[in-house]
Nanobody, 115 residues
Framework: QVQLVESGGGLVQPGGSLRLSCAASRSIFRANSMGWYRQAPGNQRELVAVITGVGSTNYADSVKGRFTISRDSAKNTVYLQMDSLRPDDTAVYYC?????????WGQGTQVTVSS
């Protein structure tokens, strides 16, 4: 079993920045991939960004150039730096880690972009 704990969400004005963190309860060194997803009210959960075990990254078109995913294997943590935030980025953000033996999810952290 793997526990994931997200932090860093909150209320920010349009154009502002937030950095989300996802701390895993075990080593992520052998994780196949780590990703951030989001779900806004009334919408399906969608992929925001993913980083693979070899460090390749992929982003949703809506966040390209504004968000950056990274990881620190020594700290068992994955990050999502979010810049130039827009109101339509408002959602609950979830962290996910995929191992050969299973996929795990965090409890989510709320991000609200509003003036």
């Amino acid at each position: 079993q793997v526990q994931l704990v997200e932090s860093g969400g909150g209320l920010v004005q349009p154009g502002g920045s937030l950095r989300l963190s996802c701390a895993a309860s075990r080593s992520i060194f052998r994780a196949n991939s780590m990703g951030w997803y989001r779900q806004a009210p009334g919408n399906q959960r969608e992929l925001v960004a993913v980083i693979t075990g070899v460090g390749s990254t992929n982003y949703a078109d809506s966040v390209k150039g504004r968000f950056t995913i990274s990881r620190d294997s020594a700290k068992n943590t994955v990050y999502l730096q979010m810049d130039s935030l827009r109101p339509d980025d408002t959602a609950v953000y979830y962290c996910s880690v995929r191992f050969n033996f299973g996929t795990y999810w965090g409890q989510g952290t709320q991000v609200t972009v509003s003036s």
